[in-house]
């Protein structure tokens, strides 16, 4: 069993950065691949990133690569989502999720576990 709490939301002026963290209790958090969803109002939840269980491997969205950065402390049990060059469309609610096993999914379906959520809010 796996929980996750998200942090680090907020409001913040395009162009500028937020440092989103997700803290995992449970075992085994390495053998989780773990990712970033996000949900804009109105929208489908969508990937953002994914990191995998040792941190060697990631991926991204097209939106994002080259401004957002998705890394992980096996030791700490986190998982952060660096986000800059943050634009309008950027604004969603923020969740992070947990896959068991080795491979990075880019879909809902693989992810077991899930937070709550934080808000990012982009102002133009």
């Known amino acids: 069993q796996v929980q996750l709490v998200e942090s680090g939301g907020g409001l913040v002026q395009a162009g500028g950065s937020l440092r989103l963290s997700c803290a995992a209790s449970?075992?085994?958090?390495?053998?989780?691949?773990m990712g970033w969803f996000r949900q804009a109002p109105g929208k489908e939840r969508e990937f953002v990133a994914a990191?995998?269980?040792?941190?060697?491997?990631?991926k991204y969205t097209d939106s994002v690569k080259g401004r957002f950065t998705i890394s992980r402390d096996n030791a700490k049990n986190t998982v952060d989502l660096r986000m800059n060059s943050l634009k309008p469309e950027d604004t969603a609610l923020y969740s992070c999720a947990a896959a068991p096993g080795s491979a990075i999914f880019t879909t809902d379906p693989q992810y077991g576990y899930w937070g709550q959520g934080t808000q990012v809010t982009v102002s133009s």
């Open positions: 449970g075992r085994f958090f390495s053998s989780y691949a």
């Open positions: 990191v995998s269980g040792s941190g060697g491997y990631t």
